[in-house]
């Protein structure tokens, strides 16, 4: 018959770490406590003396190699389960410092552009202005070469961001996420400080054309008749009170004017003025 430490003596060769020591350890104790425990219970069934020593051996061993399986299976576990903590901590860390960094970056960046937007020309800003509230097509047919610049300004700058190459002169653009907030704010200042300005200086005509924009008697269509020197001011009302003039034919019945407010402006009228405006209003106004 076999040599029943056969066995373990070839789980000798394997041990290499401290694993398999304390493995061999656990089996070898698990032996002896079977010598000590089972083997006086099986002497009664008269079972031979080598017979007896071998079931003893393969009995100790496998409930020994059994709890030690058990043993380092839930410690392996538990190992992994805290080293997988421990790295998803340590990748939450290092998340959170590469967005903190992130955005202190764009901060720099936001804080920048705010301190350099007044210095934007006037084909820049028309730019930013046209991208703010949606994305759209940037032409560049046939224009001057000042607003050619500006959009190569805003492109190296990153504020503005090319979607898509429709040709070799249409672009379809955005504002960079990382400005767009800023960009808004900054626009804000701007259109706010353009209507204070407005009423501060209080051009000639102004508070005739309000009370116009504040009818609400009359329909959409209806012109207006203006003084010929309310007309002759129109370019003092600007950028907040635009203007379109027309000649003969152009318009209904005989409207030579139209006042509006756009987009931008016109909120911040409202909020001065307190109550709500038209849009626009149709205007005739003598010419010299």
Not at 51 to 75: K, N
Request: glycine share 4%; aromatic share 12%; hydrophobic share 45%.
């Amino acid at each position: 018959m076999a040599d029943p430490f056969s066995t373990i003596i070839g789980q000798l060769a394997n041990l290499v770490s401290f694993k398999s020591a304390l493995r061999l350890l656990v089996i070898a104790g698990s032996i002896i406590a079977c010598w000590a425990w089972v083997q006086p219970r099986l002497v009664d069934l008269k079972i031979p003396a080598e017979l007896l020593s071998t079931i003893i051996v393969v009995i100790g061993f496998s409930l020994g190699a059994l709890v030690t399986s058990i043993t380092f299976s839930i410690f392996d576990s538990i190992n992994n389960l805290v080293s997988n903590n421990i790295e998803k901590r340590k990748k939450a860390i290092d998340d959170f410092q590469k967005e903190a960094a992130e955005l202190e970056k764009n901060n720099k960046k936001n804080e920048l552009l705010t301190k350099s937007f007044d210095s934007y020309s006037a084909d820049a800003k028309s730019i930013l202005l046209k991208l703010i509230k949606k994305d759209d097509s940037i032409n560049l047919d046939q224009r001057y070469q000042s607003y050619k610049d500006a959009f190569k300004g805003l492109l190296d700058g990153e504020i503005v961001i090319i979607l898509k190459v429709i040709d070799k002169n249409v672009t379809f653009c955005t504002i960079n996420p990382i400005f767009k907030n800023t960009m808004n704010n900054l626009f804000d200042k701007k259109h706010k400080a353009e209507v204070d300005d407005l009423f501060g200086i209080k051009p000639y005509g102004l508070d005739e054309l309000i009370l116009l924009f504040k009818d609400s008697i009359v329909g959409s269509e209806h012109v207006f008749r203006l003084d010929a020197d309310i007309y002759q001011n129109k370019f003092n009302f600007t950028p907040v009170i635009k203007h379109e003039t027309y000649y003969g034919g152009e318009m209904i019945e005989d409207c030579n004017v139209q006042f509006y407010f756009d987009d931008h402006h016109y909120p911040f009228m409202v909020d001065k003025l307190g109550l709500p405006l038209r849009d626009f209003i149709l205007c005739y106004a003598p010419r010299d």
